[in-house]
């Protein structure tokens, strides 16, 4: 069990100056309302000019839009500045954000709307074919439409019918009566959906409690003497914001903390992120081990000034260790490596350059945050033992939406969260991942489910079984095969992919398929994944 000081969030808000999310917002524009909070591009906003346009866009929500507390949004947006401005007004208005990919199929985002029950979606313009494809069997009634450069040429008129401009509700909310915000720690404030073992995507249900405890916890592990210094540190912010690393860490926290973030609209896009790097003098970086990487081998690379990087943080995917030592070498400054999961809100252990650090684990657990790892009966191990990951924490989620089954299954009714994850602690309580208990696949950060995977395969009508596994991969972390078995021949695997680029989103894509005429199986019939996930990492190995 981790040494943690018990209480410290509890006593922070019980202190009555945190009752519902957009109150970081509120207090970070009352200590520097200037400061800027967010860039992205050409664009900027100060705290102020933040808190301004999130008051409106709450304003709108409950007087024009008709939506009311409770009610669940959809924003299925790239990173840009009116994804704050969403988020902190949305929330001011009681409402409930469901983070929504831009990159889901049709499929994806029918399931998503549908078990959400989302009213309204503020969606990227060039996507509405798709919420039109599917709003007939979706709840959503409210359509707001915003454009990449909404901020620089503001559009107010619709031309889709049925529709709103994210501008125009702004302006709408801003000639509209005051607007209290809501208060209530255990109000829901996010649905944060995650796979399961079964492959069915869940809503992590997450309250204002859940979500300012993990800010409050982040923040006191910086509380030591010029680690951060708000009115000078600007960090860069590379992550989609719909992940909810990104979303609590660089939208949330940011705020918490008075900090001055750039976000990058693409990650994937390395000249967007170089460019930000060469023109902010940045102290805080946030990527994963794939950004890392591709950064390095960026031709202009060397061309950045790291004189003020303090220290980066990894979350979202395994950081390699190779990859961590180059880095320093080459910027002079620490990667920390930060551990956490949708259903923990999600930050439950990470560290900065100045805390304590073993090389291989991934730090200590965040305040007020208990670890344990156990064994298949659920008993304690000893150190240096592997065994499943358990936590408990102000931070761990209420349950899954509408599913007490699979939330009996992962929460205990002492509070104890089940994170299918095998882990090392030592006596310090430094964490270790060892492997995943289930048969996730992580690639790029995300998880791919491989039954969702075999669910799509399995429609085809050639095929007759399949297993998919993850194998690791130098830029994504791991990477998706299939191996696959015919009902008849003939059948090739370019022609299995176009049939899987109709359902699923490009991450969870097969990077490789290898057809058998059989698959193993045990005695009883069972495929035997282990089997073949073994065979696929050999060469690896």
């Known amino acids: 069990m981790s040494a943690s000081v018990q209480g410290y969030v509890a006593a922070e808000l019980a202190r009555g100056d945190y009752q519902n999310v957009h109150d970081l917002l509120a207090r970070a524009c009352a200590k520097h309302p200037q400061r800027p909070a967010f860039s992205c591009g050409e664009d900027r906003l100060s705290y102020a000019e933040l808190a301004s346009q999130a008051d409106a866009f709450a304003r709108y929500l409950r007087h024009h839009a008709g939506l009311q507390p409770s009610d669940r949004l959809a924003v299925q947006l790239p990173n840009s500045l009116q994804y704050p401005i969403a988020v902190f007004g949305a929330l001011k208005a009681g409402l409930v954000i469901v983070n929504t990919n831009p990159q889901y199929t049709a499929a994806e985002a029918r399931h998503q709307f549908r078990d959400s029950g989302a009213k309204a979606i503020l969606v990227l313009d060039r996507l509405l074919p798709l919420v039109r494809a599917v709003q007939a069997d979706t709840g959503l009634q409210q359509i707001i439409l915003s454009s990449a450069d909404d901020l620089q040429k503001p559009v107010y008129e619709s031309s889709e019918g049925g529709t709103q401009r994210f501008m125009q509700a702004l302006r709408l909310g801003a000639d509209s009566p005051a607007l209290d915000s809501v208060a209530g720690l255990d109000r829901l404030a996010l649905l944060q959906y995650t796979g399961g073992t079964t492959g069915v995507s869940k809503g992590a249900m997450i309250s204002h409690r859940n979500l ?170 000893p150190p240096e033992t592997p065994g499943e990951l358990w936590l408990r924490g102000p931070q761990v989620m209420q349950g899954y939406w509408q599913r007490p089954e699979e939330t009996a299954k992962v ?103 290898e057809i058998r005429d059989e698959l193993p199986k045990t005695s009883v019939g069972k495929l035997l994944r282990r089997q073949l996930r073994d065979e696929a990492r050999a060469p690896a190995t």
Request: hydrophobic content about 40%; proline content about 5%; charged content about 25%.
């Open 411 to 513: 929460l205990t009714e002492d509070g104890w969260l089940k994170t299918g994850d095998v882990a090392l602690l030592d006596a310090e309580g430094f964490v270790k991942i060892v492997d995943r208990k289930k048969d996730m696949i992580l690639v790029s950060g995300f998880n791919v489910f491989p039954a969702e995977i075999e669910d799509v395969l399995m429609q085809h009508p050639s095929v007759r079984e399949c297993v998919a596994v993850g194998v690791p991969d130098e830029r994504k972390g791991e990477a998706v095969k299939v191996y696959v078995s015919l009902k008849e021949a003939g059948v090739d695997g370019e022609a299995l992919l176009r049939h899987c680029r109709q359902f699923l989103t490009g991450y969870k894509l097969p990077s490789f398929v």
């Open 212 to 381: 300012l405890a993990n800010v409050l916890q982040t923040i006191e592990l910086f509380d030591q003497p010029g680690l951060l210094e708000p009115e000078k540190d600007v960090r860069i912010a590379p992550l989609p914001l719909y992940h909810i690393m990104a979303f609590a860490t660089n939208c949330l926290s940011s705020v918490g903390m008075g900090l001055h973030t750039v976000f990058i609209r693409d990650g994937r896009n390395l000249d967007e992120t170089i460019g930000a790097m060469q023109r902010y003098p940045f102290s805080l970086l946030s990527g994963i081990n794939t950004l890392f990487v591709g950064l390095m081998n960026h031709p202009d690379f060397r061309s950045i000034d790291f004189s003020h990087l303090k220290w980066a943080t990894s979350g979202g995917a395994p950081l390699n260790s190779e990859v961590g030592r180059r880095w320093q070498a080459l910027t002079g400054a620490p990667i920390r490596e930060g551990f956490g999961l949708t259903e923990a809100s999600p930050v439950v252990a990470t560290g900065t350059q100045v805390s304590p650090h073993r090389e291989g684990y991934i730090g200590q657990a965040l305040i007020d945050t208990e670890l344990r790892t156990v064994d298949d009966e659920g008993h304690d191990v």
